[in-house]
């Protein structure tokens, strides 16, 4: 699972960093606090990269998803780009669950062949 987010969330702060050059040009806020929200925003990406697995951590990462999708209100694209990591984040939950079940029950196999 890890392996499988950590590249949604890479991704994504990608996108927030490229939205934010947008935003600093056509939302009217001030530079300052556009890219202090997209910085943390970012940074934040990064950092949930390596605290996936942790407690708490697909949780983070569904905030995170809420905001992207919330950021539309700034930049309107970014609700569909939001919607589109936000289904991303899903698939990545979902399927590396599944990946990691799978590679404990194979492994269970077999050390109990061996």
């Avoid at 390596?50 to 951590?57: A, F, H, S, W």
């Avoid at 780009?81 to 936000?86: C, D, E, I, M, R």
Wanted: hydrophobic share 55%; charged share 10%; aromatic share 10%.
């Amino acid at each position: 699972m890890r392996t499988l987010c950590a590249s949604t969330l890479i991704g994504e702060a990608f996108v927030i960093g490229l939205a934010g050059l947008v935003a600093m040009n056509l939302s009217g806020y001030p530079s300052g606090t556009v890219w202090a929200v997209c910085g943390s925003a970012m940074a934040l990406c990064v950092l949930l990269c390596g605290l996936v697995t942790r407690p708490g951590g697909v949780a983070v990462g569904w905030v995170l998803q809420a905001a992207l999708v919330a950021s539309g209100l700034v930049i309107p694209m970014m609700f569909f780009l939001g919607a589109s990591f936000a289904g991303l984040w899903w698939a990545a939950v979902h399927f590396g669950r599944r990946i990691d079940e799978f590679k404990r029950l194979n492994d269970q196999a077999a050390a109990t062949s061996a």
